[in-house]
């Protein structure tokens, strides 16, 4: 698999705090890797100087985009967090200029724009100006002005910011069908589900530092305990006790029941005494979020 971007150990101040310190990694062609961490853990600083926006104090970043070395903005589409676009313009101009920004041929950015129109529930909007749009529909015109040259490299922040649950679902759909297709994808959110749902690869960060960075599959092998949802009426005293039970959470009648590592479900229900009230059980092993929260608060190392 060929890489297109290589971070290795750069590092970013601002006076005399240190916002990125040492951080490395690497994004293949046709990846989607997931850069996550808590607000301030550095995310939006290491995204500004992987596109040149501003510089590393220390540390290189190598491109490898269109078989040459080095950075060509033609080849790279930038969703910001921020949304901004043209207010008094109307959308195709907006799209058609964006794209002459990079190069792109007219003709097929118009002909790209009509079938994002279509396929984004815009058909008939091309020339309505961005301030008569709502929000949702103005972020799906943004969207579209980050991909609509065919980016070979793609940072995506925040993407799915503001959407309704059926427009993610389409936006998931399209972002799954770029990274088929061979376009590299950094993506930065809040929102694992959504992070879990599309990437393959995950680079955790907090206070500037990586502390977490590998295939998602292994995280969740390494990390991925089981947590029981238990509905019925108990003390929490007694669930805590329980074998093989790290931590309880408890609203009302239902509580979540973190177990141990490499605990099977099997092992953990051979040791219920018949004193637990049970109403309804399910076991599931922890979501990304629950991996998210407990490495980042130091619930598992």
């Known amino acids: 698999m ?9 590092s970013k101040s601002f006076g005399k705090t240190t916002v990125v310190d040492r951080i490395s990694f690497e994004l293949n062609k046709g990846e989607i890797l997931g850069l996550v961490g808590p ?62 920004l990079k190069n792109y041929p007219l003709d097929k950015a118009r002909q790209k724009a009509e079938d994002y129109f279509a396929k984004l529930d815009l058909k008939g909007k091309d020339k309505a100006k961005i301030q008569e749009l709502s929000k949702g529909m103005a972020q799906k015109v943004q969207f579209i002005a980050s991909i609509i040259h065919e980016p070979e490299f793609l940072v995506l922040d925040e ?19 770029l990274a088929a297709k061979g376009t590299s994808i950094l993506l930065s959110s809040h929102q694992m589900n959504m ?38 009426n108990n003390e929490v005293q007694n669930l805590i006790n329980l074998p093989y039970v790290t931590r309880v959470e408890q609203d009302g009648l239902k509580s979540t029941l973190h177990l141990e590592p490499n605990i099977s479900p099997n092992e953990f229900i051979e ?27 130091g619930g598992r190392s």
């Not at 530092?209 to 029981?228: E, F, Q, V, W």
Request: hydrophobic content about 35%; proline content about 5%; overall charge neutral.
């Open 2 to 10: 060929s890489v297109v971007l290589k971070v290795r150990d750069i």
């Open 159 to 177: 993407p799915l910011s503001g959407f309704d649950p059926l427009t993610q679902s389409i936006f998931i759909e399209e972002i799954k069908n």
């Open 195 to 232: 992070v879990e749902s599309l990437c393959t690869r995950i680079f955790m960060i907090n206070k500037g530092k990586g502390i977490l960075y590998d295939d998602l599959d292994r995280i969740k092998d390494r990390y991925g305990s089981y947590k029981c949802e238990l509905t019925g």
């Open 39 to 100: 607000n301030g853990a550095g995310k939006s600083t290491i995204i500004r100087c992987i596109l040149g926006i501003i510089h590393p104090d220390s540390g290189y970043i190598d491109y490898f985009l269109d078989g040459n070395n080095g950075i060509n903005p033609s080849k790279i589409g930038y969703l910001p967090e921020e949304r901004g676009l043209y207010k008094d313009a109307k959308i195709i101009d907006i799209l058609l200029y964006l794209a002459s």
């Open 271 to 297: 040791k219920l005494p018949p004193s637990i009230e049970i109403k309804e059980l399910n076991i599931t092993r922890i979501s990304l979020h629950d991996i998210f929260v407990n490495t980042i608060t």
